[in-house]
């Protein structure tokens, strides 16, 4: 009888890194439906994991329904690089007025309302591309985010059968 059971991935594995370095996601002015690719290219073309988790842990702001971030994955085109996704973004790059294509979407991460601490949150299971990628992030928490103290990090992994 076969058993499946959760392998760390051989990219990142079950080690928290960065998703966004931190020049990415605190910068002034990260104003509620701005958005920003990743600077943190994930190489997942030898690695080949299936699955990622996104941790995210934002500085102290005082969220407004629905009080959420957005999150995408921009693939490599055809090209394989400098081209991803629809090409809107590119890696560090911020604006305040592109909305991320809607093919890329992988969730959200819900945040409590009208919070004025420091906020946390998890997206699991991402079907991760074979691949490179950059993640993207839209701040959809009603307010501009703090410029310090905000950290998105990931983590791999696969599932085996034996």
């Known amino acids: 009888m076969a058993t ?53 842990n934002l500085a102290a702001i005082t969220t407004v329904a629905p009080a959420m971030l957005a999150f995408f994955l921009y693939p490599a085109n055809q090209d394989a690089g400098p081209t991803y996704g629809d090409n809107q973004f590119t890696a ?13 979407w992988v969730g959200n991460i819900v945040f409590p309302v009208l919070t004025t601490t420091a906020t946390y949150g998890m997206l699991r299971g991402i079907i991760m591309p ?10 959809q928490s009603g307010a501009t985010l703090a410029t310090t103290g905000n950290t998105i990090a990931y983590r791999t992994y696969n599932l085996q059968v034996t």
């Open 4 to 56: 499946e059971r959760w392998i760390a991935g051989t990219g990142e594995g079950l080690t928290w890194g960065s998703a966004f370095n931190s020049a990415d996601i605190n910068i002034a002015s990260f104003a509620n439906n701005g958005a920003v690719m990743s600077s943190v290219l994930v190489a997942n073309g030898t690695a080949l994991d299936t699955f990622a988790d996104i941790s995210v």
């Open 130 to 139: 074979p691949g490179s990628f950059y993640f993207v992030v839209q701040n």
């Open 92 to 104: 560090g790059g911020y604006s305040a007025t592109k909305v991320p294509g809607a093919p890329y």
